[in-house]
């Protein structure tokens, strides 16, 4: 009697963890807001048990692909030849908007350029543009960082504010946005872009203009909420349709008026 009551209870342990326990992989911009959430999660449901790993957009997806993610975190929405791979191996995807990001481009806080028109960046980031005197700066080469190709911020990045233009050949790739950040801070001449998530003293965000240089606008937490910043960008989760009842109490959280404040603490802008 107590052997089957043993293996009762641990079959309903396992069953438990089962249950619970989930993979989130993908976008480094989601990141540290899917880490934080997925920590105040398990704190509240002590059986759930989540592991969030970065790597970039497309790695998530291709990790949802594989069926070795629950979710896949991504700063992009998902490309047409994605969605028929995922059709193709008989994977229905869900799509969630879990959040709103700005995107800062930022400089080495020695550098005196504060403001950048959207095509000046066009410029520095395809290589026609070299030298920071150029737009108004010190006589110094501009040295370029892109995060690298899976990743949905170089592709938002390439979309939104180079048009779809390629970006320049030798472009200094990061494979993470950390390392931007790192990267930045360290070389007097460096301009990159990151999540507003990710801007710290280290390194100076630049005012970008879209309308040819009229209006100026800082990225910041109040402007990409009254959307008078110019490059802001929804952030999703993608999951399989069978999974649902898996994933749906994490994502149904975030979702949450805790869980959306959680955004704001973390420094992204709240879906409602």
Same mark, same amino acid.
């Given at each position: 009697?107590?052997?089957?009551?043993?293996?009762?209870?641990?079959?309903?342990?396992?069953?438990?963890?089962?249950?619970?326990?989930?993979?989130?992989?993908?976008?480094?911009?989601?990141?540290?807001?899917?880490?934080?959430?997925?920590?105040?999660?398990?704190?509240?449901?002590?059986?759930?048990?989540?592991?969030?790993?970065?790597?970039?957009?497309?790695?998530?997806?291709?990790?949802?692909?594989?069926?070795?993610?629950?979710?896949?975190?991504?700063?992009?929405?998902?490309?047409?030849?994605?969605?028929?791979?995922?059709?193709?191996?008989?994977?229905?995807?869900?799509? $969630?908007?879990?959040?709103?990001?700005?995107?800062?481009?930022?400089?080495?806080?020695?550098?005196?350029?504060?403001?950048?028109?959207?095509?000046?960046?066009?410029? $520095?980031?395809?290589?026609?543009?070299?030298?920071?005197?150029?737009?108004?700066?010190?006589?110094?080469?501009?040295?370029?960082?892109?995060?690298?190709?899976?990743?949905?911020?170089? #592709?938002?990045?390439?979309?939104?504010?180079?048009?779809?233009?390629?970006?320049?050949?030798?472009?200094?790739?990061?494979?993470?946005?950390?390392? $931007? $950040?790192?990267?930045?801070?360290?070389?007097?001449?460096?301009?990159?872009?990151?999540?507003?998530?990710?801007?710290?003293? #280290?390194?100076?965000?630049?005012?970008?203009?879209?309308?040819?240089?009229?209006?100026?606008?800082?990225?910041?937490?109040?402007?990409?909420?009254?959307?008078?910043?110019?490059?802001?960008?929804?952030?999703?989760?993608?999951?399989?349709?069978?999974? #649902?009842?898996?994933?749906?109490?994490?994502?149904?959280?975030?979702?949450?008026?805790?869980?959306?404040?959680?955004?704001?603490?973390?420094?992204?802008?709240?879906?409602?």
């Amino acid at each position: 009697m107590k052997k089957t009551i043993l293996l009762a209870a641990i079959a309903a342990c396992l069953f438990t963890t089962n249950v619970f326990a989930q993979k989130i992989k993908g976008s480094d911009t989601c990141l540290p807001l899917s880490q934080t959430e997925a920590e105040n999660y398990m704190n509240k449901n002590k059986a759930a048990k989540i592991t969030v790993t970065g790597g970039g957009s497309g790695v998530g997806i291709s990790a949802l692909m594989e069926g070795t993610t629950d979710i896949a975190m991504s700063s992009r929405k998902m490309k047409f030849d994605e969605k028929v791979k995922l059709q193709e191996a008989k994977k229905s995807p869900k799509e $969630i908007v879990i959040a709103y990001d700005a995107l800062a481009v930022v400089v080495h806080p020695s550098n005196k350029v504060t403001n950048l028109t959207r095509e000046q960046l066009e410029g $520095i980031f395809t290589g026609k543009i070299k030298n920071w005197k150029e737009v108004g700066g010190a006589d110094m080469k501009i040295v370029a960082y892109s995060r690298e190709t899976s990743s949905g911020t170089y #592709e938002f990045f390439k979309e939104s504010v180079l048009k779809n233009k390629n970006y320049m050949n030798g472009i200094l790739s990061m494979p993470a946005t950390g390392a $931007i $950040i790192q990267s930045v801070s360290q070389t007097k001449g460096a301009i990159g872009y990151v999540g507003l998530a990710y801007v710290n003293k #280290e390194v100076k965000p630049i005012h970008v203009s879209y309308d040819a240089g009229k209006n100026y606008v800082e990225p910041s937490f109040a402007n990409a909420k009254n959307k008078t910043y110019p490059v802001v960008r929804p952030l999703f989760y993608y999951y399989e349709a069978k999974n #649902e009842g898996k994933v749906k109490p994490f994502i149904d959280y975030i979702l949450s008026a805790e869980g959306q404040e959680t955004v704001k603490k973390v420094g992204y802008i709240p879906v409602k």
